[in-house]
């Protein structure tokens, strides 16, 4: 699997917009990709996935660059709910359902 | 809907001793993921059980086993525990049809310590 690459931790004020970012230069083509965010003493917990275009659902919106090398997880108003770990993970869509391949993530803090 | 169940929540052992951990999947879910957490390693994939056969396989030791039934529950078990086996065992679900797309959902897990 293609690797990526995540910033160990980040901080927002509570409210304020997060980006999270993921760098996957190595990606292919038909790798999509997938985030998910652990919150403390809980399992991981889906987030959202894509493929080349944008994607909006009702927990985040994730933003993908032109060129597939990076992408962006984009919390609209962060809450102390937020508070989490967030791992960007590539899969491969020709491969079946493969397993999930967990980095150490960015380590979100939310701020009151 | 209900979710991913794990039991037990917490386990405590011995060296040397065996343990089996349980694992439902939501309600029409086929394909069952087993992953282990610790803190110096992070989340690593054990296997992976569709229609009561390990379809994906990690690299842990032949001590890791599991197994699902016919109703999709899965079961994994270790034999001879070391200390080294002190985590956190996650079971995640998915529909489990092709394609590499679909979200895999998660359990909070069960807590095996080794004394």
């Known amino acids: 699997d293609a690797k990526t690459t995540q910033p160990n931790s980040m901080e927002s004020n509570e409210e304020e917009p997060v980006h999270l970012p993921c760098n996957h230069s190595t990606i292919s083509g038909t790798d999509y990709i997938h985030w998910y965010r652990q919150l403390p003493s809980q399992g991981p917990e889906y987030v959202i996935h894509g493929l080349t275009s944008n994607v909006n659902n009702r927990m985040a919106s994730l933003a993908i660059a032109e060129d597939r090398k990076s992408s962006t997880l984009i919390l609209h108003r962060a809450t102390l709910r937020d508070a989490a770990v967030y791992y960007c993970?590539?899969?491969?869509?020709?491969?079946?359902?493969?397993?999930?391949?967990f980095g150490k993530g960015t380590r979100l803090s939310v701020i009151a | 809907k209900a979710g991913v169940t794990q039991t037990p929540r917490y386990l405590i052992k011995t060296r040397g001793q065996q343990v089996t951990l349980s694992c439902s999947p939501i309600s029409g879910h086929r394909s069952v993921s087993w992953y282990q957490q610790t803190p110096g390693q992070g989340l690593q994939f054990l296997f992976e059980y569709f229609s009561e056969t390990q379809r994906n396989k990690g690299n842990f030791p032949g001590r890791f086993s599991g197994r699902q039934f016919s109703n999709s529950r899965s079961e994994m078990n270790v034999s001879t525990l070391e200390l080294g086996d002190s985590a956190l065992y996650l079971c995640?679900?998915?529909?489990?049809?092709?394609?590499?797309?679909?979200?895999?959902?998660f359990g909070d897990g069960t807590r095996l310590s080794i004394l």
């Open positions: 993970i590539l899969r491969d869509g020709n491969s079946g359902n493969t397993p999930l391949v």
């Open positions: 995640a679900s998915s529909p489990g049809s092709w394609g590499s797309n679909q979200p895999q959902h």
